[in-house]
């Protein structure tokens, strides 16, 4: 589609900020509203309801009862499939306008909302809903008298809490587990990207999901989000965000109720590129686009590049040569394939971090500035340091932004070493020709992913998450399904 036509659409898109529980669009209890500004040039898109407590209660007394009724708990797995699948056909025959919201509310390419976020929450959908009638449950080997059932039930009601990086994506990587094995649920999205979350709503009910079994509660995290952690009838909750709300989120589970909680949290994860690399060229165009997709906005970007000394110079000059490609540009424009920063704040964060970089004693070899100002919108040109090294802050802390850091060694047991001296552990990389040393490093690096001469493979069918602060719990594969079910022994006495 047109740049042009794009843009017709997004000033003819009509915003719907009215949270969604019991299968009714309603506004918050105590008619609060945000506005909520889009980041590619400011403007207000709209009022959306600002949830709180009293609007949580609402929302999981509404998925209790679904819950309890078994108008959703209570359909077969087939019958659940069968929604589940037309679920996944509706957002992708609505694509075009959750792209555009998407583009609209976080600031990403909208090709790659399209490509990324719009066929992702597909397929993530579709998956699930294919997988669920094709699981059995256990029978297990004790004596002949009796027989012991091991079975599988949904955990309640659960409650998703999401961040703004991929808010449909991470929405579905929550929902569609957890819908699938039977449970209700109550989602609520980032402040800073509620409506593509909103729209699922009124899609899920289309599709045939029960009212009351999908609700979406937009808010603020300290409002909303913390009413949903703390409540005594959410039986689970599954969280992606930052490591420091990961922890609120955990202490807050015991001290209400002990719900289950699950984490998925940040990153800074590291790729080491040694001398035997395969292919350079790939190594190059593979950690210079890993770090920019998504504006740097991933929790798994490789923002720490290790790269073994013999051959930096000559890989940074082929980085270097790569960076004009990822300016940023307008996000409704096909071509861009960096867009802006989620919002103000974002933006002050990591040009704070860029100034820690300078200040700090590492050598800026490109970007560094604010670019696009004059749009209103939020952009920081693709950033690149040298010379860094593993005690600056640049190198310890997620940026969250096109920043990519350059460090050098000379033995790769020693790259080891720095990469898991943090207290992340997300993903990590090796690019090696030998492979003794990919399967030995790879054994090393301590992060949920490793990948070998590649960063960019992932699949709804492999787990998604991390060790250590990044996290406790698994996104995607059917490890997922663990999360949202309940292990039940049923003992029968035979005779
Ligand atoms: P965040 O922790 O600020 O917010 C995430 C969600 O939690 C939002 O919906 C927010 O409203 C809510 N929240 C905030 N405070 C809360 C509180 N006190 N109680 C309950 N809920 C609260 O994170 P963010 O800035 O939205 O997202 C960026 C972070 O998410 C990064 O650290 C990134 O690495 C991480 N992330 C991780 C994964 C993963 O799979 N591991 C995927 C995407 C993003």
């Not at 719009?118 to 959908?125: D, E, I, S």
């Not at 490591?243 to 998925?264: P, V």
């Amino acid at each position: 589609m047109s740049t042009n036509l794009w843009h017709e659409r997004a000033a003819a898109q009509s915003i719907d900020g009215r949270a969604f529980i019991g299968g009714e669009r309603v506004w918050a209890k105590s008619e609060q509203r945000f506005d909520n500004l889009s980041p590619i040039d400011g403007r207000n898109l709209g009022a959306v309801a600002r949830c709180d407590g009293a609007d949580v209660d609402a929302a999981v007394a509404a998925a209790r009862a679904a819950f309890d009724d078994g108008r959703w708990a209570g359909k077969s797995p087939a019958q659940r499939k069968r929604v589940l699948i037309k679920f996944a056909d509706l957002v992708q025959k609505y694509g075009a306008e959750l792209a555009l919201l998407e583009t609209l509310d976080m600031g990403k390419p909208i090709k790659y909302s399209q490509s990324v976020d719009v066929n992702g929450t597909a397929n993530t959908l579709r998956w699930y809903g294919e997988a669920i009638d094709k699981i059995y449950d256990e029978i297990a080997p004790t004596a002949a008298n009796s027989l012991a059932l091991i079975t599988r039930e949904p955990v309640g009601v659960v409650a998703a809490i999401v961040p703004w990086n991929y808010p449909m994506l991470m929405a579905a990587w929550k929902i569609a587990p957890a819908l699938a094995a039977g449970n209700s649920v109550v989602l609520k999205p980032s402040e800073k990207s509620p409506l593509t979350a909103l729209r699922l709503a009124d899609i899920a009910l289309e599709a045939g999901i029960p009212p009351g079994v999908f609700n979406v509660l937009p808010g603020f995290g300290h409002e909303a989000g913390a009413a949903l952690a703390l409540h005594m009838d959410v039986d689970c909750i599954g969280f992606t965000g930052s490591t420091r709300t990961g922890k609120q989120i955990l202490q807050m589970a015991g001290q209400s109720n002990l719900k289950r909680a699950w984490t998925e949290l940040g990153g800074k994860s590291a790729n080491i590129v040694c001398a035997d690399c395969p292919d350079l060229d790939a190594a190059v165009a593979s950690a210079v686009g890993s770090i920019f997709f998504n504006q740097g906005e991933s929790c798994n970007a490789p923002s720490r590049l290790f790269v073994e000394e013999s051959i930096k110079e000559r890989f940074l000059e082929k980085a270097l040569a790569m960076m004009p490609d990822f300016q940023p540009g307008d996000p409704l424009d096909e071509a861009s394939v960096m867009g802006a920063i989620v919002d103000a704040t974002q933006l002050k964060i990591v040009m704070g971090y860029i100034e820690a970089g300078k200040s700090g004693g590492a050598k800026l070899l490109a970007g560094g500035r604010q670019a696009r100002s004059e749009s209103g919108g939020f952009y920081v040109e693709p950033t690149l340091f040298d010379q860094v090294d593993s005690s600056m802050t640049i190198a310890r802390e997620e940026i969250f932004g096109p920043v990519l850091s350059v460090l050098s060694f000379t033995d790769v047991r020693e790259a080891v070493r720095q990469a898991n001296a943090t207290p992340y552990g997300l993903q990590a990389a090796v690019w090696t020709s030998n492979i003794s040393k990919a399967i030995q490093t790879a054994r090393a690096l301590r992060a949920g992913t490793v990948h070998v001469n590649q960063y960019d493979g992932d699949d709804v069918t492999v787990p998604f998450g991390g060790y250590k602060q990044s996290g406790n719990g698994r996104d995607k594969s059917l490890h997922a399904l663990d999360k949202y079910t309940e292990l039940k022994t049923t003992w029968i006495q035979i005779g």
